[in-house]
Nanobody, 115 residues
Framework: QVRVVESGGGLVLAGGSLRLSCAAS????????MGWYRQAPGKQRELVAK???????DYADSVKGRFTISRDGAKNTVYLQMNSLKPEDTAVYYC?????????WGQGTQVTVSS
């Protein structure tokens, strides 16, 4: 079993920055890919960014150029650096991990961007 713990959400003014972290522990083989999704009220959960063990990344068009995903393999941790935040980035952000064909989700962390 894999345990997933997120941190780093909060309230920030538009234009500000936040950094989310997601640490996995437990019986891990390889975490590939690791990523972040978000869900705003009344909307479907959507992919924000993901990264493979090889370092390949994929971003939602709405966050390209503002968000950066990275990972620390030794720590089984994935990060999401969010800059130039906008009110429309307000959502619950969920860590998403794949290991040996199984998907694991974090508990979610709230990000609120105030104008």
């Amino acid at each position: 079993q894999v345990r997933v713990v997120e941190s780093g959400g909060g309230l920030v003014l538009a234009g500000g920055s936040l950094r989310l972290s997601c640490a996995a522990s437990g019986n891990i083989f390889t975490l590939d890919p690791m990523g972040w999704y978000r869900q705003a009220p009344g909307k479907q959960r959507e992919l924000v960014a993901k990264i493979t063990t090889g370092g390949s990344t994929d971003y939602a068009d709405s966050v390209k150029g503002r968000f950066t995903i990275s990972r620390d393999g030794a720590k089984n941790t994935v990060y999401l650096q969010m800059n130039s935040l906008k009110p429309e980035d307000t959502a619950v952000y969920y860590c998403n991990l794949w290991d040996l064909g199984r998907v694991y989700w974090g508990q979610g962390t709230q990000v609120t961007v105030s104008s």
